[in-house]
């Protein structure tokens, strides 16, 4: 089974600093597309970025961009600039086609952003 | 706002009952996931299903079932309610199933509680 691994449970980062948040993934599939979740307070899921596996280039929104590495099965996530808005849980996600493209979840990291 | 709406937003009920929770897909969506939230197991798929057939199954306990109806949107029953079913509940909606565009767009959840 495809799992997936947030191993920093807790991360901290000042205001206008540059965070990054890790995730490894475990999988056998070639081609696969991994996202990142936002849930802030209000426990709305939101979509922060997606990547597609068998692009090469690392996917970009405006302050938010990832580094992936496929052939280590990494997926981090970079927040630059970071803003008091930006404090959430963090949710990396695989999606498995083999389970009717349904998202394989990490456990989180939980991002505090201090003034 | 995501687009996707489920109803209710809370939900107090005693061991043994029977619940059932609502989702309205984004106008266009034909996929809708169901996924449940709980301290101990984290973000988990439960069930999908696409334009009124059920796709895929997570770990769905036998005491729980869903519909999609031919207006699309989804019922997910609950019934012999435990302690430990105590959680947040999410409907994610999506076009299709695989399509390289097909992102998952979360519902606000609906919090259940069992007591």
């Known amino acids: 089974a495809q799992t997936v691994t947030q191993s920093q449970p807790e991360m901290s980062v000042q205001e206008a600093e540059t965070v990054t948040l890790s995730c490894t993934y475990d999988?056998?599939?070639?081609?696969?597309?991994l996202f990142w979740y936002k849930q802030p307070p209000s426990r709305q899921m939101i979509l922060v970025i997606r990547?597609?596996?068998?692009?090469?280039q690392n996917a970009t929104e405006n302050r938010f961009s990832v580094n992936f590495q496929k052939a280590a099965k990494s997926f981090s996530l970079k927040i630059s600039d970071s803003q008091l808005g930006d404090a959430a849980m963090y949710f990396c996600?695989?999606?498995?086609?083999?389970?009717?493209?349904?998202?394989?979840f990490g456990k989180g990291t939980s991002l505090l952003v201090t003034p | 706002d995501s687009g996707v709406t489920q109803t209710p937003k809370h939900l107090i009920t005693a061991t043994g009952q029977r619940v059932t929770l609502r989702c309205s897909p984004r106008?266009?969506?034909?996929?809708v996931y169901w996924y449940q939230q709980s301290l101990d197991q984290g973000l988990q798929f439960l069930i999908q299903?696409?334009?009124?057939?059920?796709?895929a199954k997570g770990n769905i306990l036998e005491r729980f079932s869903a519909q999609q109806f031919p207006d699309l949107h989804s019922e997910l029953n609950l019934s012999s309610l435990e302690l430990g079913d105590s959680a947040l509940y999410f409907c994610?909606?999506?076009?299709?199933?695989?399509?390289?565009?097909?992102?998952?767009?979360f519902g606000p959840g609906t919090r259940l509680t069992v007591l």
């Open positions: 994610a909606s999506s076009v299709r199933t695989g399509a390289s565009t097909d992102t998952q767009y």
């Open positions: 999988t056998s599939e070639s081609d696969y597309y």
């Open positions: 990547q597609e596996a068998y692009k090469q």
């Open positions: 996600a695989y999606r498995d086609p083999n389970s009717g493209y349904a998202l394989n």
């Open positions: 106008s266009g969506d034909l996929s």
């Open positions: 299903y696409y334009n009124g057939e059920e796709r």
